[in-house]
C-alpha cells in the first residue's frame, strides 16, 4: 500500500508533463511536414510560372514573379505545331503495354516461387534480385547492339523490353511480401472444388493482390511515362518518340524557346501528379501490406 500510494502521485506527474511535451511534439512535425512540402511545391511552381513567359521575362524576371501576360498560347503552340500531342499518345500506349506486362508477368512469377515446388526456384528469385544492381548505363550498348542485329531499334517493341526487363525485379520484390502473407487454405480449398492452377491463380489469388497490385502498377507507369535514356537511344524517327524527348524539339541551334519548353514539361508532369495525388493512398497500402511477412 506505502508502494502503491508513492507510485500513483509519479504516474500522474508524468502524464501531465508530457500532454505538453507531446503537443509540442506534434506542432515541430506539422511544422517541419509544412516546410518539406513548400519546398517540395517550389520546382512546380516555379515550373508553371515558367511555362506563362516568354525568353526575355525568363531572364530578366524573378523565378517567382508573375509575367505581365499570361501566356496560355505556348501551351497551344507545343501541342498542335510542336507534335507534342503524338509524343504523348506515344507515352500514353507505351506505358501502358509495358505495365500490363510487367505486372501480369510478375505475378506469374511470384506465384510460381511462393506458391509451387519445384526445383531451382530459389535460383530463379537470387537471379531477379540480382538483375536490381545492374546499372542501367551499363546495358546501354549491350542492349543497341542486339535490337540492331534483330532489327528492333527504332522501333517500340525495344522499350517495351527493356521497360519490363528493368521494373520485374523491384515488381517481384513488393509482390513477394504479400504473397507470404496469403493463406493457403483458399487455394487449398479451391483445389479440393476441382480448380486447375490457372483457375486458383486468376480467379482466386490475383483477386486477393489487388491492393498491390496496385502499388506495382503505379510504380511501373511512373517509372515507364518518365523515363529518357531508353527513348533517347533506342528510337530515333520523330514520329515514335515518347513526351520525355519531345522537349528537344524547342531546341534550336540558335535559339531555344523556353516558354514551350516549360509547357511541354508541366504537360509531362501533370498526367503522374494527378495520378498520384488520387492514388498515394494506395502506394501507401500495397508497400505496408507486402512488407510485412507472416
Not at 57 to 69: A, D, K, M, R, W
Not at 144 to 155: E, P, Q, V, Y
Request: charged fraction near 10%; glycine fraction near 6%.
Amino acid at each position: 500500500m506505502r508502494f502503491e500510494a508513492a507510485y500513483k502521485p509519479q504516474t500522474k506527474r508524468t502524464t501531465f508533463i508530457s500532454r505538453p511535451l507531446r503537443k509540442l511534439g506534434y506542432v515541430l512535425l506539422y511544422l517541419i511536414l509544412c516546410a518539406v512540402a513548400i519546398f517540395q511545391l517550389f520546382p512546380l511552381v516555379w515550373l508553371l510560372l515558367f511555362s506563362l513567359k516568354n525568353n526575355q521575362e525568363v531572364f530578366n524576371l524573378p523565378p517567382l514573379s508573375l509575367p505581365g501576360e499570361l501566356r496560355w498560347e505556348n501551351y497551344g503552340k507545343v501541342w498542335n505545331a510542336g507534335n507534342i500531342s503524338v509524343y504523348f499518345l506515344n507515352s500514353v500506349w507505351i506505358t501502358i503495354t509495358a505495365t500490363l506486362l510487367t505486372v501480369i508477368l510478375g505475378s506469374l512469377v511470384t506465384f510460381a516461387i511462393t506458391r509451387m515446388k519445384w526445383r531451382g526456384s530459389s535460383f530463379v528469385l537470387g537471379l531477379f534480385m540480382v538483375a536490381m544492381m545492374i546499372p542501367v548505363h551499363s546495358t546501354l550498348i549491350p542492349l543497341f547492339s542486339m535490337f540492331n542485329r534483330i532489327g528492333l531499334t527504332d522501333h517500340p517493341l525495344s522499350l517495351i523490353l527493356a521497360y519490363v526487363a528493368f521494373n520485374m525485379p523491384i515488381t517481384i520484390l513488393i509482390l513477394l511480401g504479400f504473397y507470404y502473407t496469403l493463406p493457403r487454405e483458399v487455394e487449398e480449398a479451391a483445389v479440393m472444388d476441382g480448380c486447375s492452377v490457372h483457375r486458383v491463380f486468376f480467379q482466386v489469388v490475383l483477386p486477393m493482390t489487388g491492393s498491390v497490385l496496385a502499388t506495382t502498377t503505379i510504380i511501373n507507369m511512373i517509372y515507364n511515362w518518365n523515363e529518357f535514356i531508353f527513348v533517347n537511344t533506342f528510337i530515333s524517327s520523330d514520329m515514335l518518340k515518347t513526351l520525355t524527348v519531345g522537349v528537344q524539339n524547342f531546341i534550336g541551334q540558335y535559339t531555344t524557346d523556353w516558354g514551350a519548353i516549360g509547357a511541354t514539361l508541366m504537360i509531362s508532369i501533370l498526367p503522374i501528379l494527378v495520378m498520384f495525388l488520387f492514388l498515394s493512398d494506395r502506394i501507401v497500402e500495397g508497400i505496408a501490406a507486402g512488407s510485412v511477412k507472416g
